[in-house]
């Protein structure tokens, strides 16, 4: 028996709204057709069936949803009245498409018809889940064009580089053990092994962005998205990048000082979120000087010439996937981590400045947090946390200008390392200006 509530009816509002987000899609989509084939009149049988399709849209998908919602409340804890509404739907659409079917005619609105009032049915269960996973179905059929223009443009290595990635990710590593092996509990084989997925992840998101948007706007969105999980990856994978294709030069560094100018923003804001306002409001002003000042460097890269050339060449295609040099920096970032973790316990807690500028080598991320949270539970003075993740992020700036000498050579490493020179003094003036 249905309680007329009002935690039903917004529940059942829900499943109405997911219905309709889904159905127009298809009803837009189905206009579209239907809108570009109107002047042809060779293709006036398809115009029908393009109009018959429409009729799998806003209101069919609503009722839908909102028929697998109902299924769920008037059936109980029973599975036989979902099951029959399920089947019910299915022989509709089955009919339906039989009906309608033409030699060009796809399943995507069939198949999307048919997950509705399994929607309807989820949304009693987890609605967070049921509107997240519509979410996705909506965008999966609002993907068609971007799909069919970027299909031309794959090759097989493309497919089978993401599907080693996919591997690595999905399989590899959930079976590497997390128990740490070293004496300071920092590095466990698992870790090693994130290190080298996500410099191998970097590497192909470089390579897919620079494939579909061109070298210019794909590097940009390599160093903002890479840079929000490591701008030392970006700059390691950035620098191989380059010295394999002087051509890659100008991209590459404009992804690495890009991810720099996003590292700034995110040790803003975890030192916000964990150390609070007393932290955040001493160290604002140096990150905003370093950040400015990359951003600076970034647009002056970036900037096309007087003479009409960008600075920013075409990159010729390569292999995206290369593992084994992914391994082999990875195990270099692994090195580091633990020669920073011994020189921490060596020097103590009256070392912090001394360990954060070692730790801060090959990650600011911890040390952020580390002396964020001691502000709290230590009374440890916002002036020295502040000093102590600025010299993190000038070991960290410092060890990014090596990678890029040693991996991507000296016409690369050069260049940016005076550009990462500068962002750091930015930010130690402001320290010093503070002080």
Known sequence: MLSLDFSTLKEAGMAVALGLMMGLERERSGFERTHENRDEPQRRESDHVESLHGSLGARTFALLTLLGWISVKVGGDGLAMPIAVQAFVALLVGLFY?????????????????????????????????????????????????????????????????????????????????????PWGVLSPQKVGWMVALIAAVDFLGYA?????????????????????????????????????????????????LACAVMGVRVAILAGVVGGPELVRPLLLPITAMVATLLAAAWWTFRPSTSGATGLEEMPLRNPFQLKRALGWGLALATVILVSAAARAWFGDR??????????????????????????????????AVLAIVMAIASNTLAKAGFAWISGGRAFGLRLTAMLAASLVAALAMVAFKL
């Not at 929000?228 to 590459?252: C, E, I, N």
């Not at 070692?358 to 964020?372: F, Q």
Request: aromatic share 2%; no cysteine; proline share 6%.
């Open 98 to 182: 039989h009906q309608t079917s033409s030699p060009d005619r796809g399943l995507t609105t069939e198949v999307a018809a048919l997950a509705a009032p399994l929607l309807g049915m989820l949304l009693t269960r987890d609605a967070l889940l049921a509107v997240a996973l519509a979410v996705i179905v909506t965008l999966l059929l609002l993907s068609k064009p971007w799909i069919r223009a970027w299909i031309p443009r794959l090759h097989r290595e493309d497919l089978t580089s993401a599907m080693q990635l996919l591997i690595v990710f999905a399989i590899m590593l959930p079976l590497l053990p997390s128990r740490t092996l070293d």
């Open 351 to 384: 070392g912090l400045l001394v360990a954060a500028g070692l730790s801060g080598v090959a990650d600011v991320d911890p040390i952020t947090l580390a002396v964020s949270s001691q502000m709290h539970t230590t009374s440890l003075p916002a002036g020295t």
């Open 209 to 257: 962005l620079n494939r579909v948007l061109g070298s210019r706007r794909g590097a940009v969105m390599t160093g903002l998205v890479g840079g929000m999980v490591s701008s030392t990856v970006v700059t390691v994978a950035m620098s191989r990048q380059a010295k394999d294709d002087p051509s890659f030069r100008g991209p590459g560094q404009v992804a690495v000082i």
